[in-house]
């Protein structure tokens, strides 16, 4: 009897609001793609979400239909651009971003029951809401979005810290967002890495840079994924590394 492949969950998650997880989910969700993996990406942003609208889906379902109504997360599931699958969300329905601890659970049991993926990116919300932090703990892996601004620093460092010291957390993986070059992201990642040595004892692992390339906001405007529109382009070839990186 063959033996199920485990799948690997990863929360995209960040201290901040504005450093561009949802661009580097759904830009790394369409490179593993083009690398062979099978991935769904859920928007867990429960009560912004926006997945949807950066990819011009009009989605019929959304997750509300499976916490509220009587449809599984297999249902909702739609096709997105670049290759993978998406848990759409909704935006601007004040039950989903409240939801009750029995929710959650009910939801992340759903998740684990999913098959047939390689990876499922689970796109959190932005803070340390009790939604966010229980969707970072359902992951296996740990990813956390920052960029050049002080406040995306020490945002990802109280996550990492709450994670730790309350739920016993040790691994987390950085992706170091919109910058200018390899240098400055390196900088970055060194700057929280020391941080979190010094205060909680271990180390961040650091996936690689995402460079900005004027060709971003255009593509972003235009609801298109840029590694897919641009696949020679330095932004594609940058995701192409975290791909590699996180599969290794």
């Known amino acids: 009897m063959k033996k199920r492949q485990k799948t690997l969950i990863v929360s995209m998650t960040s201290g901040k609001g504005g450093v561009g997880k949802t661009f580097v989910t759904t830009n790394l969700a369409a490179t593993l793609a083009r690398q062979g993996k099978n991935v769904l990406v859920v928007d867990c942003d429960l009560g912004l979400a926006n997945i949807d609208i950066m990819l011009g889906i009009n989605p019929e379902v959304t997750l509300k239909d499976a916490v509220f109504g009587n449809l599984h997360l297999r249902d ?135 460079r900005y390339d004027e060709m971003i906001p255009k593509a972003i405007l235009r609801q298109e994924i840029p590694v897919c529109q641009a696949p020679s382009s330095r932004v594609a070839m940058d995701f192409e590394a975290v791909g590699k990186a996180l599969a290794g």
């Open 76 to 210: 909702v599931i739609v096709a997105a651009p670049g290759g993978f699958d998406l848990i759409p969300a909704s935006s601007g329905i004040r039950e989903m971003a409240q939801l009750l601890f029995e929710k959650i659970q009910y939801l992340k049991d759903m998740l684990t029951e999913l098959e047939g993926y390689d990876v499922i990116l689970l796109d959190t919300g932005a803070g340390m809401s009790e939604i966010v932090l229980q969707f970072n703990l359902l992951a296996g892996r740990n990813i956390i979005v920052i960029n050049r601004e002080i406040t995306s620093l020490t945002d990802a460092y109280a996550m990492v810290k709450v994670m730790h010291q309350s739920f016993g957390r040790r691994s987390f993986c950085i992706i170091t967002n919109n910058v200018s070059s390899a240098r400055e992201g390196e900088n970055i990642f060194k700057n929280i890495n020391t941080i979190c040595q010094r205060f909680l004892g271990f180390p961040l692992s650091w996936l690689g840079n995402i």
